[in-house]
């Protein structure tokens, strides 16, 4: 077997494709990893909040004045991220842009900020039609109140990645590994995973895991935080509370098939903690690794056998997550 790869920047990451193919297959595995790169760069264009022209900041310009025509990919992404916010009780919502800016500026936004941003939150408030003209399918969207926005860059990349391995399923490669930064779809023989232990330097793994064909996303309160009169904080903000969410969980780390879905059931997960977080993750059919405040490693029953710890690591290893009564966190050690 012969490696092809291909880096480029993109969604406000690296991102990286690597095709393992016969010599015979070399110009479609070259073929291939061009297209993803082109497509991802389009998608960019479309999808970026910081590009003025984009579809998404035409959407956020106009809220509350009418509908954008916008893209198959755009109007897509859309309608996922409406049905995705739903399902986790609104704890993943594309339209908490305003609230995800204030936090960026790196201070601790008053209080009327907060309020007012999370005014302007509801994803139920997206709206996304499919035209039917002479020439085809026109897609359009908007948003129903003035002063709201949304934001991709929770499910961006997942999206990418799904779309990536269109692609390459199209063309008939099932043997790749795609990482935009950070999300990973693995290829179709065995592959470990490292779960990022937090703290350390990136690459530095608390544990890993054994996956064949499947999406891996992991989201985390260690990065991107800032210190307020000696208090810090995450950038995974709860829509409920305008705050960074104190669920108790350092990271969240998701295996499933659709990279889409597990970008934003990560955050969803990580908002909803433990108990509510594991009961979501069931009910959609994933398996997961949770790394508490207290440094435990806890894991669903599927991964539990696949997974190997970092041997320096002080770890906490369940048979199965259990989350029917206030119990759960004695019964999951």
Not at 42 to 67: C, H, T
Request: charged share 25%; net charge negative.
């Amino acid at each position: 077997m012969k490696t092809i790869s291909k880096t480029f920047f993109a969604l406000g990451t690296v991102n990286t494709i690597q095709i393992f193919y016969h010599e015979e297959e070399e110009d479609l595995a070259i073929w291939a990893a061009e297209e993803i790169r082109r497509r991802t760069l389009a998608m960019d264009d479309r999808l970026s909040v910081f590009k003025e022209e984009s579809e998404i900041s035409r959407i956020n310009a106009r809220a509350g004045r009418g509908l954008t025509e916008v893209s198959s990919d755009t109007a897509h992404i859309l309608k996922e991220a409406v049905e995705l916010s739903a399902a986790s009780d609104n704890t993943f919502d594309i339209t908490t842009e305003a609230l995800t800016q204030l936090w960026h500026k790196g201070t601790v936004p008053k209080s009327d900020e907060i309020e007012k941003a999370r005014s302007m939150i509801g994803a139920e408030d997206i709206i996304v039609k499919d035209i039917s003209t002479p020439d085809g399918i026109t897609h359009k969207a908007g948003l129903r109140r003035r002063g709201q926005s949304i934001g991709l860059g929770s499910i961006a990349k997942g999206y990418a990645a799904d779309q990536a391995k269109k692609i390459l399923q199209c063309c008939g490669i099932y043997s790749a590994t795609i990482n935009f930064g950070g999300t990973i779809i693995t290829p179709d023989h065995d592959m470990r995973i490292g779960i990022q232990w937090p703290w350390r330097k990136t690459g530095e793994y608390i544990g890993s895991i054994l996956v064949r064909n499947a999406a891996i996303v992991t989201s985390g309160s260690y990065e991107n935080r800032f210190v307020e009169n000696g208090k810090s904080y995450h950038h995974i903000i709860d829509p409920a509370t305008g705050y960074p969410s104190e669920s108790g969980l350092l990271s969240v780390t998701l295996v499933g098939g659709s990279a889409t879905e597990l970008d934003a059931f990560t955050t969803a997960v990580f908002i909803l903690g433990l108990e509510k977080g594991a009961a979501l993750m069931h009910e959609r059919g994933l398996e997961g690794v949770f790394i508490t405040n207290e440094g435990e490693v806890l894991m669903s029953r599927g991964i539990k056998d696949s997974y190997k710890p970092n041997e320096t690591v002080q770890k906490y290893i369940t048979d199965n997550f259990s989350y029917n009564t206030k119990s759960d966190r004695d019964a999951l050690r």
